[in-house]
């Protein structure tokens, strides 16, 4: 069965579903949340295929409705964190000795199960525990997971026959080895697909994982492993471990056997997360891979050239869908004043539109924000904000967490490029907006380079072809994933690869072959075939 050279053939982007009234994909929707909503589930650890219950729990609620509960976790304590390394290092062998189109074969079977089985499931799970409304929802827990785990497969094929020229007398070739060790995987709150990617594409590139999912994510991340499981994933490959992360990372990253760390998270974890490697690398067999994705301040800069409707469409669903809550959010906007008085009214009217509730609710385009820790950071910037003379709240600046965790969509308006709401990441629905003298575009542009030190996602809206490539040039290190008059999110598996560099990350572009090539560590193997006999060379005689 393994003696075929195969190649996937580059697959498509599932079809994100339709949930509007007349579509039976929205009853069925409806009814899975349902579901969800009316059961309390327990989620066990799982280590080495086995559930495993500490006793030590908490509680996973909704964010819109923080009073009902929607599962009860067990936590790991630091004997569980050893048994998942020791579980990762003892299905190693097998795992990577297995031929990689079984590996794939099982991320293939997991990308069918979701799409065809459990798409309700988890698209519900995703809604009630992480606050996305059914569309943010669909193309994250559904489309984007799937499409992560058919072009990975595509994506392996073609690193694997990579393979270098053989010279007369001599084969020469090239074996994609996986890491020495384990790979602790430790994933964020905001995205499903995210939490699926940090470990399968780990995984399928023949390495094992020890997995720390956030603890705001545990209901659509259980299922999600319970998923692989179905798909014939074996015992041992990846481990689910819900815990602390400081004292999972910590022993994790003491560990002889710690071979990489696939990150999504803030900017000061992995910060920490990096000073911990350096600090025991006479530990390891080898240096350790460092990918991370961590966070942003992405921009949205207008030349005066633009169409105000497009700007202001742009930013509203830039900065407001999902709360706000993505790396990629739109955060600022570089406006130009001959644009800005029919810019404002619009961006504002927009904004005020807005229904904020229940996930449930379909006709609502924002939700709740993750958790209270949130809801206070973001109240606390609009303390600041109002308390200042160089900014003014346009519209919203204000919240309710009596029910749920509920953040109306805020613009505000600095005369300072360099205002503190220009340059720090809140995770929340917030955009500041900074007016500049149209004869200031590159000056501006210079600032907009310099003011975060994020560089995630940017977008540059224009129709002077002059002056977008100017733009291209003077933003070229400000973010790792550009746009032209669009929003700054929504890449695509496969269509645009995603990271950036300076604080947002290691930009290894997950979603394209880059990011797999990091959890391999290639050997060069020559043969020749009629050895030499005689050390002297022809020259000499």
């Known amino acids: 069965m393994n003696n075929t050279v195969f190649k996937f053939d580059t697959p498509k982007n599932e079809k994100i579903y339709d949930f509007s009234t007349t579509c039976e994909s929205r009853a069925k929707a409806l009814s899975e949340i349902a579901k969800l909503s009316e059961t309390e589930i327990e989620i066990p650890l799982i280590i080495d295929g086995k559930e495993i219950r500490t006793g030590k729990t908490a509680k996973v609620v909704m964010p819109h409705n923080h009073g009902h509960v929607l599962a009860t976790f067990h936590e790991a304590t630091e004997k569980e964190v050893m048994m998942a390394i ?3 290092n003892r299905a190693k062998k097998k795992w990577m000795e297995l031929s990689w189109v079984e590996r794939a074969s099982i991320t293939l079977k997991a990308a069918d199960l979701i799409s065809l089985k459990y798409r309700f499931l988890i698209d519900a799970a995703t809604m009630l525990g992480q606050g996305k409304s059914v569309y ?6 559904a489309c984007e997971v799937i499409d992560y785990l058919r072009y990975n497969a595509y994506f392996a094929s073609e690193i694997y026959a990579n393979q270098p020229k053989s010279g007369f007398d001599q084969l020469n070739r090239m074996e994609y080895r996986p890491l020495e060790g384990f790979v602790l995987a430790i994933s964020p709150f905001n995205f499903t697909a995210i939490a699926s990617n940090l470990n399968m594409s780990v995984v399928l590139m023949g390495n094992t994982t020890v997995w720390k999912p956030a603890s705001t994510a545990l209901l659509s991340n259980y299922y999600l492993m319970k998923i692989f499981q179905e798909a014939g994933l074996p015992d041992g490959v990846i481990n689910f471990v819900p815990g602390n992360g400081p004292m999972i990372g910590n022993i994790a990253l003491q560990h002889h056997d710690f071979g990489g760390i696939h990150f999504t998270g803030s900017n000061k974890t992995f910060n920490s997360i990096w000073r911990n490697i350096g600090q025991n690398l006479e530990k390891y067999k080898s240096y350790p891979r460092i990918v991370g994705e961590t966070g942003g301040k992405d921009f949205i800069f207008v030349h005066n050239s633009s169409n105000p409707q497009e700007v202001a469409t742009a930013i509203v669903r830039g900065a407001f869908e999902y709360q706000g809550q993505k ?21 504002v009217a927009m904004t005020e539109e807005i229904k904020v509730g229940d996930v449930r609710d379909f006709s609502n385009f924002m939700n709740a924000v993750i ?3 949130s809801f206070d950071n973001i109240m606390g910037y609009f303390e600041r904000v109002k308390k200042s003379n160089d900014a003014e709240i346009l519209t919203g600046g204000t919240g309710d967490k009596t029910e749920g965790y509920f953040v109306r969509p805020t613009i505000i308006q600095t005369t300072d490029p360099k205002f503190f709401t220009m340059q ?13 003298e149209d004869k200031d575009y590159e000056q501006t542009l210079q600032s907009c380079d310099e003011t975060s030190p994020y560089a995630l996602t940017g977008a540059i809206f224009s129709q002077d072809r002059y002056a977008y490539m ?42 394209g072959p880059l990011n797999l090539l990091r959890w391999t560590s290639p050997r060069t193997i020559k043969e020749t075939f009629v050895p030499a006999t005689d050390y002297k060379y022809p020259y000499m005689k």
């Open 86 to 88: 020791d579980a990762a």
């Open 136 to 141: 943010q929802a669909e193309i994250d827990a």
């Open 327 to 347: 790396c990629s959010a739109a955060s600022r906007a570089y406006i130009p004043k001959s644009l800005w008085k029919e810019t404002k009214e619009r961006v």
């Open 371 to 373: 958790d209270e820790a």
């Open 424 to 436: 720090e990441e809140i995770f929340g629905p917030v955009m500041t907006i900074y007016v500049y």
């Open 470 to 511: 100017t733009a291209c040039r003077i933003l070229r290190y400000a973010a790792g994933n550009f746009y032209i008059n669009d929003k700054p999110t929504g890449a695509m598996v496969g269509l645009q690869p995603f990271g950036g560099s300076r604080g947002s990350g290691t930009n290894d572009k997950a979603g």
